[in-house]
């Protein structure tokens, strides 16, 4: 299975190679056929929220509070 930066590589070549005709995007044996730019674009965001997503959380920790040292609670 592609990673979802590789889906995003492949989204944004059917962006740039648009025509007004439906697209279709393949990556690794798995064809998505695309029938407006809206719907490439939507795609993409979907895929570069998850690949933002899985880059973020293989840091191992998370920040959830920022409080400057001698802050009241």
């Given amino acids: ?33 695309y029938r407006s730019l809206a719907d490439l674009v939507r795609a993409r965001g979907y895929y570069a929220n998850l690949a933002a997503t899985a880059s973020s959380s293989s840091h191992g920790f998370r920040l959830t509070l920022i409080r400057a040292p001698g802050a009241m609670s």
């Fill in 1 to 33: 299975m592609a990673s979802p930066a590789e889906i995003v590589a492949a989204l944004d070549t059917a962006i740039l190679n648009w025509a007004g005709s439906p697209v279709k995007v393949q990556e690794q044996g798995s064809i998505v056929e």
